[in-house]
Each structure stands twice: as C-alpha cells, then as structure tokens.
C-alpha cells in the first residue's frame, strides 16, 4: 500500500507542474521516480522512455503507466497513467465549467503564474543534459555524445528559433520527434555493432535524403522521394536486422499474458465510462471512436494532436468552432498535463453539454474520452513494451540504450526554445519588449542557483518562481 500511495501522490505532483509538453517531462519523470521515490531504476526508466518515445500517445502518461507497472504490479498501468493525467483534465474541465464566467484577465494572470513555472522546467532540462554529459564523459564518449545531441537539436530547433529571431518564415529543418527516431532506428538497424565505411556513408546520405524529404528543402518531387525513401529505409532496416540480429529474439508468452490484463482494467474502467457517456447520447460512439483513432494518430506532440483534433472533431461537427480555438484550445495550452487527455476531455465536457445544458451531462462524456485517451496511449505502449522486453539483448536496443541520452538531450534544448518562445509571445501581446525574455532569463538563474547552491526542494522553487513572475508580469 505504500508504494501505491508514493506512486499516486508522485505522479499527480508531477502532472500538476507538468508544463512544457512530454519532453519536458522527462528528466522531471526520472528526479521523482528514480532519485526521490525509487519507483523504479534508471535502466527500467530508460526502457519505458524510449518505448513511450516510438509509440502515440501522450508520452508523460505512458511513461507514468509504465512506472506504475513496474513498481505495484498489473493495475499500476491504469493508476500511474490516471494519475499523471488527472490533474491537467481536472483543471480543464474545472476552467471549462466555469468558462464563461471567466474574464479574460484571470486567464491571463494563469499565464503570469505559468512564466515562473517553465523557468523551473529550463531548470529541470539543463540538470538532465548536465547529467547526461557527465554518464557520456564517464563511458569516454563525450564528443560522439555532444555531436548526436546537437545534430538532433539543428535538426528540430527551426521553428521555435526563427519564432525568437522574428523570421517570418518556415524553417528549413523543424521536423518532428517521431522523424528524429526514424532516423536514429534506421540506423541502428542498418548499421550493426561494427559498420563498415561504405555502410556509414550509405546510411548517412539515406537519412540526408529522408531529413530533406520531411523539411522545407523544396525538393522537386518530394513526396514521390519521401515514399521512395522510407521504403529504400525499410528495405536496408531489414537487411541490417537480418545480417547481424539473427537468433537474439526471444517471446515472453507470460509477459504478454500480464500485458494482457493490464491493458483489461484500463478496458474495463473505459468500457464503464462508455456506457454512461452512450446512454446520454448515440453520437457518444462517434466522439470515442474517433478519440481513440485521434490518440492513435498523434506523433509529434501536443501541437500535432491539435491539428489532427480539428480534422475529427470539429470538422465532423462534434464540437464548434467556437468552442474549439476559443475557449478549449488556449485553456489546454496554459494548464499543465498532457495536452491529448486535456483536449479529448475537453471535447467530451462541451460536446456533453450542448446536449442538455447540464455540467454532469458534459462531466460524463469528458470521462469516457480520457478513459479512451489513456487506453489509447499506454495500451500500444504496453504492447510494444511486451515485445521490447524479449528483444533486450538484440544489438540495436543496446545501441538505443547507449544512444537514448544524447538524443532526448538535444531534443531537450528544442523545448527550452519553445518555453521561452512562450514567455516572448506573451510579452508580445502586451508589448513589453524584451522584459518577458529578461524576466526568464533572471527566473531561470535564481530558479538554478536555489536547486544547485541552496539545495532547495523542486515544490519550494516551483512556488517562488511562479510568484515571482506573476507579480512581475503584473508590475510591468
């Protein structure tokens, strides 16, 4: 019982500051459950990262889901999963609820409150990349290590970058996190433990085109090169795998036995919620059908799940939108927690609403989504986990293992780019200048030196920067 308590009380802190998106949560994921709790260790932790890293979903809660599998046993799925996610969809149904109540200001000032808490989070990145750096100089690979982390960073940096700079354009390079694992997987597969010249020339200009392919490059026939591509990637994957990975697999029928009724009470409690959501209304099937497809399909993070949002929900009617890009999607934005259970919660609680005028009736329907959406996300992630387990030993997971670090940490500063972009934008819209950017940057050395000199606790850092920036963002 009490692992269970330190699981739930855990996972619900970390949602509750969880702004900044998946990645960012990373390294705060591990701090709570490797060093602090000791949940799990940093070898489990690593498995379940790069399996929630290739798979869709919301990447903190399938990480979150497999932390509670590991450390309380089959329901541990479901509790560190809802955990993790409840807090963020409480607050979006709580603002929902209550939206047209809301002044514009009150909004805002959730915003200033934010500013303080994505200086922490820069924080939190910078000690995960630090300690990156230090495991890499430790195994006598620090440039191979620096050169892996910021070609990943050149590689996804561009939009947030030319948003800083004021470019009023598209990056040449801004491609996805999905597109940065495809990548790093091919060549794993591709290369095996001991590449020859040729084999690393191949497999770089491979992954040149593919890169080229995805970006803003305006090469003539793009998608015909893309496809061309990603089947010439797939054909060398298998030719690697086959060369050097024969007879290393191995199927745990026991683990996919567990697997199985792990994913059965995130079933069970989503089939539950179904039913309540479906006795309100029949187009309850329509709107979880297409929750489910809708986390099925979000690679690329909150923004991306967005788009894909627009196209299945407000497109198809379910939710107007006025709804939608008025008051669902800046709500999502500036609370924390994953943005694919805040949004299809969301969805389910306007969409419950407009049917009878009654919050309970919204309430029902916003439960059966993020039952859906956290079906959706650590159900594939706990399949793939099954079979990630009995291909331990194959050599491109060891070379993952090896590799993992230095690509989060390049993905890492991309995010750190992001943040401050957020506290630009919201500088922008009040026309502050470069105060907001000064403004982080102090929150950002005073939120360091209470975690490195002072020693301070992650929760009493958290408040005093949150503080600080809402009565600075009011005094300007």
């Not at 970390?14 to 994921?29: E, H, R, S, Y």
């Amino acid at each position: 019982m009490g692992k269970t308590k330190d699981l739930i009380f855990s996972m619900f802190r970390v949602g509750l500051i969880g702004f900044g998106g998946g990645n960012a949560l990373i390294p705060i994921l591990e701090q709570v459950a490797v060093d602090e709790q000791h949940l799990v260790n940093e070898d489990e932790y690593e498995e379940d990262m790069v399996v929630a890293s290739i798979t869709p979903g919301a990447l903190p809660v399938e990480i979150a889901g497999g932390i509670g599998r590991r450390s309380i046993g089959r329901i541990g799925l479901l509790i560190g999963a809802v955990a993790m996610a409840l807090p963020g969809v409480l607050l979006t149904l709580l603002i929902s609820s209550v939206i047209t109540m809301l002044s514009e200001n009150v909004l805002l000032q959730i915003r200033y409150l934010a500013v303080g808490v994505t200086a922490f989070i820069c924080c939190l990145l910078t000690e995960y990349i630090v300690a990156s750096a230090k495991q890499y100089r430790r195994r006598k690979l620090p440039k191979q290590g620096i050169y892996v982390a910021l070609i990943v960073f050149l590689l996804t940096c561009g939009k947030s970058l030319y948003r800083i700079l004021g470019i009023d354009r598209n990056p040449v390079f801004s491609i996805a996190t999905i597109h940065v694992f495809i990548v790093a997987f091919f060549l794993l597969f591709y290369l095996g433990n001991k590449p020859s010249k040729v084999g690393w020339a191949v497999g770089i200009a491979v992954s040149a085109l593919y890169v080229m392919s995805i970006s803003k490059m305006g090469i003539s026939g793009s998608k015909f090169i893309r496809i061309a591509t990603i089947i010439l990637m797939i054909v060398l994957a298998c030719y690697g795998l086959f060369r050097n990975g024969k007879g290393e697999a191995s199927f745990d029928k026991s683990a996919f036995r567990r697997t199985v009724a792990e994913i059965g009470w995130i079933f069970l409690f989503t089939a539950v919620s179904a039913i309540a959501a479906l006795l309100l209304t029949k187009e309850s099937v329509t709107y979880l059908t297409n929750g489910f497809i809708s986390s099925v399909m979000s690679f690329g993070g909150g923004d991306a799940y967005l788009t894909v949002a627009d196209g299945l929900f407000v497109q198809t009617g379910l939710i107007s939108e006025n709804d939608f890009y008025g008051y669902l999607v800046p709500v999502v934005n500036i609370l924390p927690g994953s943005i694919l259970c805040k949004t299809l919660s969301g969805i389910g609680y306007f969409m419950g609403y407009s049917i009878s005028g009654n919050v309970l009736s919204g309430m029902i329907t916003a439960s059966a989504g993020f039952f859906v959406s956290i079906l959706a996300s650590c159900g594939i992630f706990d399949l793939i986990g099954c079979f990630y387990g009995g291909l331990s030993d194959m050599y491109f997971i060891r070379g993952i293992r090896r590799w993992i670090r230095p690509i989060v940490s390049g993905l890492m500063v991309t995010v750190m780019l992001s943040l401050v972009w957020q506290s630009i934008k919201l500088g922008n819209e009040r026309n502050l200048g470069v105060m907001p950017f000064l403004l982080m940057a102090v929150l950002y050395a005073l939120d360091l030196f209470m975690l490195w000199r002072m020693k301070m606790k992650n929760g009493n850092v958290v408040f005093i920067s949150a503080v600080c920036a809402f009565i600075a963002y009011n005094l300007m």
